[in-house]
């Protein structure tokens, strides 16, 4: 087992997800509801979440060599993806964007959409299941994906469903301060996308 690797991909998926700035959105999503409602919802996003990131994890790759993208392509324009993800962290665009999307779409039950389908499961997070079984092919690689997967999907769920105990507990400045420090981490990541991308390509010096 490649533990530098499990730790990577944990870092990455969990800022990428970012639970801590999720938690609140959840809050105004499911506001006014029964705490048996909030439980049903948290688990049903979870899960349909869960469910897209295996399968992309499972047959991007194959969906990419079937477009004639190669890993190191997607590897870099998933670098930049993400980095762009970790501007908006650190300048407070991207809770901002989730709110406004979560105040357009005015859903009895948020749990698909737009809880699952974009706030968890968007283009960052298929992005980067995708760059992290390219780097551990094989079913191996696959597993300790999913097991990163759903430790941090896990930890989501715990969040939402004591999701008004964290709200209080960190503060509005507190999830600010904290989106902006794994703002800064995703950063360095996606720039460590990017170079590997590179020097698959021979641009970059190892």
């Given amino acids: 087992m490649d533990t530098a690797f499990l730790i990577t991909s944990f870092v990455t998926l969990f800022v990428i997800v970012d639970p801590i700035g999720l938690t609140p959105i959840f809050l105004a999503l499911t506001q006014g509801m029964t705490p048996a409602q909030r439980r049903a919802i948290a688990l049903r996003s979870t899960v349909t979440a869960a469910v897209l990131l295996a399968v992309f994890a499972a047959f991007g790759e194959a969906v990419l060599g079937f477009a004639g993208i190669s890993m190191a392509a997607f590897r870099i324009a998933g670098g930049v993806l993400l980095f762009l993800t970790a501007l908006d962290m650190l300048f407070e665009r991207r809770n901002k964007r989730r709110e406004d999307r979560s105040e357009e779409d005015d859903f009895d039950d948020p749990s698909v959409f737009p809880l699952a389908i974009p706030l968890i499961a968007g283009p960052g997070s298929i992005a980067t299941v995708i760059l992290l079984t390219g780097q551990q092919p094989g079913f191996a690689g696959f597993a300790m994906v999913m097991g990163v997967v759903f430790a941090v999907l896990g930890i989501l769920l ?31 990541l996606s720039v460590q996308f990017v170079l590997d991308g590179l020097r698959a390509f021979g641009f970059a010096g190892g």
């Fill in 158 to 188: 715990i969040m939402c469903l004591f999701s008004g105990l964290f709200e209080r507990l960190l503060g509005k400045t507190g999830i600010t301060v904290v989106t902006r420090l794994l703002g800064m981490l995703l950063a360095a």
